[in-house]
């Protein structure tokens, strides 16, 4: 065996035999392997220097095996005024290891300079603490898996339903799930959680982010944590976190493979949110953790004008620079590793304008969505973008290119505003219901290029969407600073919690309004996990740090939630069963969809511009476009107003009558062959057979 190793792959490769191990650092002057006897081990029990090939530094280890711990220590200049910040004290985690063992222990070792220092340019002193015992350390891993005959579903967009979900809030709670396994990646594979996602008509778990993290010294001295886990510091490793701790070290990658491939065996695909857009070493008085000691010129985003300091576009402190081709190299590497390696069906990425940055701004020819349209592993897998970040022009939505879908904030927003009674609503919401064409047809795009939600990780659950006005995010820590006061929620008369009978009645409907607008409408639903239980998190609407109850899922569910989890199953099989509410292609033919006014008649200009009306009736007929083809009609009536309307229903030019599928409001008034009456703040679904 070669005694200086290869240069490629980066990481550590078990070869069978031995491991080899390959780092990038284009302006390191030299680097040490280190390896530890343990992982909680406070210092390595041997150190090996590394040969180099151009920008990688690289040996091959004969003896080393699988479970072995390592990490990196990288010499170099330590000028932060020209953006390098090498510190050969700090141990550095491998940013292709394919596990990382345990989780930081906060000490000042951690930081790359003094960190008790009171002077303003502490940063620029390089610090000679050891922080080897405060760090995980990266393990060798084996990729051998029984993988047997898996496959993945790859269900057309216009079949998926997509369920936004924590692995730890999902399943801490069941009752069904065994102790040791709840909240980890095996629980949810059991049947209880699969038999509950198929019942919904689920097609694809979308995961909060499952890649180690570097949890913020902040929050561990307030004994929080970064409960969602948008702080990655590991691209290639499921976090240890959501394993059952069984088992050899690195245990969290066999038991994230299997719980993959229970759910591919059941039908339903696994989407990761990915946060490639920042690290969780934040600003540059963070720790030095990997990045930032290997080479941070090359890894972070320098500000024009202070390399010492970072261009932040995310908000976190620092921003990945995808203009560089190493880092968009280990972007992509990471990619690919989860769908050839872990069996992954796509991905949902956090602040995904930044990866879309240039010199000049965002770009939808950029050289990351270039190379992965490319790319024949990623081409094919489900690609969905946060279109937001907080650089100029951050806002993105309808932006991105051909192949890509988006969380549709404009679909959230308006039928926010529409649900909660306010006025000039209707136009906008014509267009969130028919798919959104405005945003997304001019790239080519079909209506799947839209997300639609109301409801995500982030913000108001549909409960307290609809139970609070106000955000109380005191438990956070910040004196409820944190979090977005922009919430469109409405509490119907009650602030909180309630025993009025009537607030609790219009917030239930409401609730249902909410969840059948999402299931009717054109593009793609994604429920957010426990929307279909009533699931509060007491007006929490930036529950980020909060692993506790507050953010867990209550599986005990009161007479309201199910009915509540009946209504949704029963919307979202409506969907499933009508090719009208899921087609392909964007409304043109004026026999294909119709807007109607409450006489039952075309909607005029003047009706459009009445920022009163609260009315809207949308007739889709059979035609073109539709995925699997059939006829006949669909009528959706909605009523936003605090009043009852009566609506005459249309006639149409083919024999058949119009039943009442669903009305949200309950009511048991007798519709009659041409005309119903739309309760307030209703909605009504009726199909002409």
């Known amino acids: 065996m070669r005694a200086t190793g290869s240069a490629s792959p980066l990481g550590a490769t078990w070869e069978g035999e031995g491991t080899n191990f390959a780092l990038f650092s284009r302006h390191a002057t030299r680097v040490e392997l280190c390896l530890f006897a343990q992982p909680e081990d406070s210092a390595e029990s041997a ?106 579903p790859r269900t057309p967009w216009d079949r998926t339903l997509i369920y936004e979900a924590h692995v730890k809030g999902m399943t801490q709670l069941h009752p069904d799930i065994s102790e040791e396994l709840r909240g980890t990646y095996l629980a949810l594979a059991t049947p209880p959680i699969i038999r509950h996602l198929k019942s919904l008509g689920v097609t694809a778990l ?42 050899a ?104 304008p930044v990866l879309g940055r240039t010199d000049k701004g965002f770009s939808p020819a950029s050289e990351f969505f270039s190379l992965l349209r490319q790319d024949s592993v990623l081409a094919g897998v489900k690609l969905i973008a946060e279109p937001w970040d907080l650089g100029p022009d951050g806002y993105q939505v309808g932006r991105f290119p051909a192949g890509w879908s988006e969380w549709n904030g404009k679909f959230r927003d308006t039928v926010r505003h529409f649900w909660r009674g306010d006025t000039g609503q209707v136009g906008s919401l014509a267009s969130r219901l028919a798919g959104s064409s405005d945003l997304y047809e001019a790239s080519g795009r079909p209506p799947q290029a839209s997300i639609n939600f109301v409801t995500c990780h982030d913000g108001f659950t549909l409960q307290d969407l609809v139970s609070y006005e106000r955000k109380y995010n005191e438990a956070n820590g910040e004196e409820n600073r944190d979090g977005s006061n922009h919430n469109i929620s409405r509490n119907w008369g009650v602030e909180g919690p309630t025993d009025v009978l009537r607030t609790l009645h219009i917030r239930e409907r409401v609730k249902r309004n909410l969840l059948a607008a999402l299931a009717f409408s054109q593009g793609v639903p994604m429920i957010s996990h426990g929307d279909e239980m ?21 599986w005990v569910l009161s007479p309201e939630n199910q009915e509540l989890l009946e209504f949704t199953r029963k919307v979202f099989a409506i969907r499933s069963a009508t090719p009208l509410l899921r087609r392909g292609t964007f409304f043109h033919s004026g026999n294909d969809l119709t807007w109607l006014g409450p006489d039952g008649q075309t909607m005029t200009q003047a009706e459009w511009e009445d920022s009163s009306n609260h009315l809207l009736g949308m007739l889709i007929r059979g035609g073109t476009g539709v995925s699997e083809g059939g006829a006949g009609a669909i009528l959706l009536l909605l009523n ?41 703040h209703s909605l009504m679904l009726l199909r002409h057979n």
Not at 214 to 230: F, K, M, P, S, V
Not at 534 to 554: E, K, V
Not at 671 to 678: E, G, I, K, M, N
């Open 640 to 680: 936003g107003g605090g009043r009852s309307r009566p609506f005459t229903l249309p006639s149409l030019d083919r024999p058949g009558t119009w039943t009442e599928v669903i009305d949200t409001s309950g009511s048991q008034a007798q519709a009659t062959a041409s005309r119903v009456t739309l309760a307030p």
């Open 47 to 152: 150190r090996v220097e590394l040969q180099r090939t151009e920008d990688i530094w690289h040996t091959y280890l004969p003896d080393v095996h699988p479970g072995q711990a390592y990490g990196y220590r990288v010499h170099g200049p330590h000028t932060p005024a020209q953006g390098h910040r090498f510190n050969p004290a700090k141990l550095l985690l491998d940013p292709y290891a394919r596990a990382i063992s345990g989780s930081m222990r906060w000490s000042d070792a951690l930081s790359g300079f003094p960190l008790r220092s009171n002077d303003p340019d502490r940063d620029l002193i390089p610090d000679p603490q050891d922080s080897a015992g405060a760090m995980p350390k990266s393990l060798v891993m084996d990729p051998a898996f029984a993988w047997g005959d898996d496959a993945p």
């Open 206 to 247: 979308e995961l909060l982010p499952v890649h180690h993290i570097a949890a913020e010294q902040r929050l561990a001295g307030q004994g929080l944590t970064n409960y969602w886990g948008y702080n990655s510091i590991g691209f290639f490793a499921p976090d240890g976190r959501y394993a059952t701790g069984r088992g």
């Open 249 to 352: 070290p690195g245990g969290q990658v066999s038991e994230f493979k299997t719980m993959i491939k229970q759910l591919h065996r059941e039908g339903l695909e696994v989407l990761l949110d990915v946060v490639y857009n920042h690290t969780g070493e934040g600003s540059h008085l963070g720790p030095t953790l990997s990045f930032r000691g290997i080479d941070n010129a090359t890894y972070y985003w320098p500000h024009p004008d202070t390399p010492r300091l970072y261009t932040d576009f995310t908000g976190c402190g620092n921003t990945v620079d995808a203009r560089k081709p190493p880092t968009l190299k280990l972007l992509l590497d990471s990619l690919r590793y989860w769908v050839q390696d872990m069996h992954v069906d796509g991905f949902r990425f956090d602040i995904a």
């Open 534 to 554: 009533g699931r509060t998190q007491r007006g929490n609407n930036n529950a980020y740090c909060q692993d506790s109850p507050l953010t867990w899922i209550d």
